[in-house]
């Protein structure tokens, strides 16, 4: 029983490679623009080539693809009926149908919808995963600080903003980890998750949830006190450790993906979508 | 029920780039009855090694075998077997979730689908058994308790279940001396009057010297000794070594033995030390 086993989104796999030295600045706006293509891809194409960067990005970061992708493996039932509902929901006038039962009938239409909509999830889920597998919470607070900082001036609290989603994306590891010790302790004393009926079911989540969320409140009260006790007031007057510095590697991976981008929005030009 | 452990490795997170192997190669066998102290530095493998005993992990590889069943077996019980083989986790935090002291302890009968007399008998028994005052605790808020009274409500919630086998994973970690006495007491008593083999984890020397027959020592991942309380304590040296405290009286006995007194190399109680110090000293034989 391992449930932290799965999660990769968040979790910073140490490295010195290529990918690991670029100053988080870069992969964070390279990261929002391979996410901004995602939402214009229409072709089984152009997801094949942006598959070929993945996989590029991952051999140069020595990640075991193995590993990046096994974080979907929680979200695969949503995956699958997500694709299930477009498959037989989604239709256009001139929609062929493949397979009637009953009051259903799935199109071809319904079929790509199903297809574009699954991979783009994947893509994008991927590229966020790479990002922080290959970035360290330290260096993405900084970066992200960093980029947000020009908005300060229309009064926007970046710094503040920043440290709640790094705080965020932390939990979610911490609370898997400590939902693994509560559902162990309740199964210590003989809770059968699988089965029974679906209330049984449902009952049978209150031994877990209820002491992760008070649990969860209790850290972070802790956090708030650990915190303040070094007296954190907020972003300001906040001076950095590290000073941030961009280098030839930046601008090489800078030229790259805009490179890639002008590639991708060809495809999307030339390539008629598929739905 | 025996527990008998043969060859046993344990990696947490196979197959990903954080793979790490806790548990190598261990072999071990607990008897009905036994009490048995697991001891060894932070990280050492103890938990880890006690969760195989109730199934809520399966080996990776050797076997754990409980009462003749094998854990790996698809077709255990191992609802079942959790319950004859209670399990005491060191925060009583992840474990208490009812709103009140009595509905919580009742929690794991309750799985065991028994009747509602039945399911109270067992709780009245299992709070008088740590010392919780049925009349005051049983409507108790659960935020309410003290450390040391979550972490007898905590061991209440497990002798509910009527285990044979109950395991103790530091569970008195962060109380005050005061706690820890009375969680030691009502251990004790568990074992000696309903003769519930005992598996005591923990980091404190004085506590499983005063309580364990059998000591296994543990040192990243594996066993390092598995043997009768006193002897393992000959070992003083190579204890320390792995970064184990000495019980208290024996850090006081080996430097009067290095000072030239004739002092046993195993000493576990300050009556012990207190005979033996004296019988030194009539004699004579120390020079200053
Ligand atoms: N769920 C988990 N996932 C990954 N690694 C784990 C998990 N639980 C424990 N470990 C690792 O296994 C090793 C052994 O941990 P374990 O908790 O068994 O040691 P321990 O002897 O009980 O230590 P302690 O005295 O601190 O309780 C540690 O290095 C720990 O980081
Ligand atoms: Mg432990």
Redo the contacts with the bound molecule.
């Keep these: 029983m391992?449930l932290?086993k799965n999660i990769t989104l968040g979790v910073y796999l140490p490295g010195e490679t290529y990918i690991h030295n670029l100053d988080p600045r870069t992969k964070i706006i390279a990261a929002a623009i391979l996410i901004t293509l995602l939402l214009f891809i229409k072709s089984y194409l152009a997801y094949a080539i942006f598959l070929f960067l993945i996989i590029a990005i991952l051999v140069i970061a020595t990640i075991p693809p193995g590993y990046a992708f096994s974080g979907l493996k929680p979200m695969l039932p949503i995956l699958v009926l997500m694709w299930l509902f477009q498959l037989f929901l989604y239709s256009t006038p001139d929609a062929e149908v493949i397979v009637s039962w009953w009051i259903f009938s799935a199109t071809d239409a319904g079929l790509h919808m199903g297809n574009l909509i699954s991979m783009r999830v994947l893509f994008l889920f991927t590229v966020t995963t790479i990002l922080t597998l290959t970035t360290s919470i330290v260096s993405l607070t900084d970066g992200l600080e960093s980029l947000l900082n020009p908005l300060k001036k229309i009064g926007l609290p970046s710094q503040e903003l920043v440290m709640t989603m790094i705080i965020a994306l932390r939990f979610v590891l911490i609370l898997a980890?400590e939902l693994?010790k509560i559902i162990k302790a309740q199964m210590a004393r003989g809770v059968a998750f699988d089965r029974g009926n679906f209330i049984q079911k449902t009952k049978s989540l209150f031994p877990v949830f209820l002491p992760l969320f008070i649990n969860a409140f209790k850290r972070a009260e802790e956090l708030i006190v650990a915190m303040e006790a070094r007296s954190y007031t907020g972003g300001k007057g906040r001076t950095k450790m590290k000073t941030l510095h961009m280098g030839r590697v930046d601008l090489f991976a800078g030229l790259f993906i805009l490179l890639f981008s002008a590639l991708i929005i060809y495809v999307i030009l030339i390539v008629p979508p598929v739905i | 029920m025996p527990i008998e452990i043969n060859k046993l490795s344990y990696s947490?997170?196979k197959g990903t780039p954080?793979e790490?192997q806790?548990l190598k190669d261990i072999s071990l066998f607990i008897r009905d009855g036994e009490f048995v102290g697991i001891i060894?530095?932070?990280?050492?493998?103890?938990?880890?090694?006690a969760q195989h005993f109730n199934a809520l992990l399966i080996p990776g590889k050797g076997s754990v075998v409980v009462n003749a069943m094998n854990t790996a077996d698809k077709k255990a019980d191992l609802v079942k077997l959790r319950h004859n083989v209670g399990y005491v986790f060191?925060n009583p935090d992840y474990q208490l979730f009812a709103p009140t002291v009595g509905e919580d302890i009742a929690f794991g009968p309750r799985n065991q689908n028994l009747p509602t007399e039945e399911i109270e008998d067992r709780v009245a028994e299992a709070m008088d058994q740590v010392g919780l005052d049925y009349d005051t605790f049983y409507k108790r808020d659960i935020f309410a308790l003290s450390g040391g009274q979550k972490r007898r409500a905590a061991i209440a919630g497990v002798l509910a279940c009527k285990p044979q086998i109950m395991i103790l994973?530091?569970v008195t970690a962060g109380l005050d001396p005061g706690g820890r006495e009375e969680i030691i007491k009502v251990i004790q008593k568990l074992h000696t009057e309903k003769e519930i083999t005992t598996i005591y984890?923990s980091?404190s020397m004085d506590e499983v010297a005063m309580l364990a027959d059998r000591i296994i020592v543990?040192d990243q991942g594996q066993v390092l000794f598995d043997d009768q309380t006193r002897d393992v304590f000959l070992h003083a040296r190579k204890l320390i070594e792995i970064g184990l405290e000495l019980p208290e009286v024996m850090s006081i006995t080996t430097r009067l033995a290095e000072a030239g007194f004739d002092l046993p190399g195993a000493v576990l109680s300050i009556e012990e030390a207190v005979d033996a110090i004296a019988a030194n000293l009539q004699q004579g034989q120390v020079k200053d």
């Design positions: 391992e932290t980890e693994d | 947490y997170k954080f790490k806790v060894g530095p932070t990280q050492a493998g103890k938990t880890t090694l060191q994973d530091d984890i980091n543990l």
